[in-house]
């Protein structure tokens, strides 16, 4: 997994790995997030609230249930023929992580467990 708080950050997986839609749909992400933050409070409001992209090789399930707090959402989104599982996890109560979770790194008993928790099909273009 990828804690995203920056452009860089995006360039940490594998590029060649990632579909450019998700790419830029994480990016979108990034930039909403900033605009929240109050001028020069960006970084500790990234902190607060982290965008977490998952890879091949994470561990989702247990990612997602050892959180102090509590799953709040999931969502899948449709990104041009290929979807994607956003899930927002409380980590304490004002901080919110969101996790991306590409659907081709995901064992099927993941995919079944997370389609179970959707709050429906949201798209993205």
């Not at 804690?3 to 930039?31: M, N």
């Not at 599982?85 to 467990?113: H, K, S």
Request: charged share 25%.
């Amino acid at each position: 997994m990828v804690t995203i708080q920056s452009l860089e950050d995006l360039a940490k997986p594998r590029k060649d790995a990632l579909p450019q839609v998700l790419l830029r749909f994480v990016y979108e992400l990034l930039e909403r997030l900033q605009a929240e933050a109050e001028p020069g409070e960006e970084v500790e409001y990234l902190l607060s609230h982290p965008l977490i992209l998952c890879e091949p090789g994470d561990n989702v399930l247990a990612l997602l249930n050892g959180q102090p707090m509590s799953l709040e959402y999931v969502e899948r989104i449709e990104l041009q023929g290929t979807f994607t599982f956003r899930a927002g996890v409380l980590l304490d109560n004002d901080w919110l992580a969101q996790y991306i979770i590409p659907a081709f790194v995901l064992d099927n008993e993941t995919l079944d467990w997370l389609t179970e928790r959707c709050i429906g099909g949201s798209t993205h273009e």
